[in-house]
C-alpha cells in the first residue's frame, strides 16, 4: 500500500491512542504529534541516523564496510538495480552473501534504534504537551 514500515507504525499507535482512552489526550494534541512527523520525516529520518551512527561504533562500522564493498565490487551496484541477468563466481558469490549480512544488520540496527527512539521521543513530546503527568508521592 506504499506505506513505510515506520508510518504503518505511526498509525497503529494512533489507532491504539484513540481506542484506548485511558491516557488523557485529546485529539488536537495527536494530530498536531502526526502532522509534525509527517511533514518533518525525512528530516527526523536522517537526524536519528546521523545519531545512530555517532553513538553506535558498530553500525558505523557496518555502514562504512557495505560503502567499500559497493566500491570494490561493481557487480554488487549492477545487482541492486537489476541490469539484467548475471552469473555469478564463487567469488562473487561469498562477496554478495557478506554483503547482504551486513545489509540485513544494519537495516536490523536501523530499525531497532528507531523504535526506541520514537518510544523516548513520543513520550517526550506528550509530557512536554501535559498529556503525561509524572505522579506525586
Known amino acids: 500500500d506504499g506505506m513505510s514500515a515506520y508510518n504503518k507504525r505511526i498509525a497503529v499507535i494512533g489507532t491504539f491512542i484513540r481506542k484506548n482512552r485511558r491516557i488523557d489526550m485529546t ?3 495527536f494530530g498536531k504529534l ?5 511533514e518533518n ?3 527526523i529520518d536522517n537526524a536519528i541516523l546521523k545519531d545512530l551512527k555517532r553513538q553506535n561504533k558498530e553500525y558505523k562500522q557496518v555502514c562504512r564496510r557495505l560503502i567499500e564493498m559497493e566500491n570494490q565490487y561493481p557487480f554488487l551496484t549492477k545487482l541492486s538495480i537489476g541490469q539484467g541477468e548475471m552469473i555469478l563466481s564463487d567469488e562473487e558469490h561469498k562477496i554478495l552473501k557478506e554483503y547482504i549480512g551486513k545489509f540485513f544488520r544494519k537495516d536490523n540496527m536501523e530499525r531497532r534504534y528507531i523504535y526506541f527512539r520514537g518510544h523516548t521521543d513520543g513520550y517526550a513530546y506528550l509530557k512536554e504537551n501535559g498529556v ?3 505522579k506525586k508521592e
Do not use: P
Not at 502526526?34 to 509527517?38: A, G, L, S
Open 41 to 43: 520525516y525525512m528530516t
Open 27 to 29: 485529539e488536537k494534541i
Open 34 to 38: 502526526v502532522q509534525e512527523i509527517e
Open 132 to 134: 503525561i503527568k509524572e
